[in-house]
């Protein structure tokens, strides 16, 4: 199976190895910004391209799932406890090259 990124929005994919199956699925970035991400297995893709819609995945042979959406109480119920430990996202700001009263 292999998963593409067109954007890196703020991805939740949980495929673990030892699991039956795995779902992938598609959150926005803190901004909004929702990306894409192509998901293949068994020569057959599915494409998730709206936030909050996720694949499921049962193994390398068998094609992956059609998109469905999911409501965020599921993913909270399901991923809550992986989303709450993911840091902060990077701040940054333009220092003010002037000074107070206006003088540079």
């Given at each position: 199976?292999?998963?593409?990124?067109?954007a890196?929005?703020?991805?939740?994919?949980?495929?673990?190895?030892?699991?039956?199956r795995g779902?992938?699925?598609?959150?926005?970035d803190?901004?909004?910004?929702?990306?894409?991400?192509e998901?293949?297995?068994?020569?057959?893709?599915?494409?998730?391209?709206?936030?909050?819609?996720?694949?499921?995945v049962?193994?390398?042979?068998?094609?992956?799932?059609a998109?469905?959406?999911?409501?965020?109480?599921?993913?909270?119920?399901?991923?809550?406890?992986?989303?709450?430990?993911?840091?902060?996202?990077?701040?940054?700001?333009?220092?003010?090259?002037s000074?107070?009263?206006?003088?540079?």
């Amino acid at each position: 199976m292999t998963i593409r990124s067109a954007a890196f929005p703020l991805l939740l994919l949980l495929l673990a190895a030892c699991a039956p199956r795995g779902e992938v699925v598609l959150l926005p970035d803190p901004d909004g910004h929702v990306g894409t991400v192509e998901v293949t297995s068994a020569g057959a893709t599915s494409l998730l391209t709206e936030a909050r819609t996720m694949v499921a995945v049962k193994d390398e042979r068998t094609p992956p799932a059609a998109p469905v959406p999911i409501s965020e109480a599921d993913i909270r119920a399901t991923w809550g406890t992986a989303l709450d430990a993911m840091p902060e996202q990077p701040r940054s700001f333009t220092p003010s090259t002037s000074r107070p009263g206006g003088r540079t």
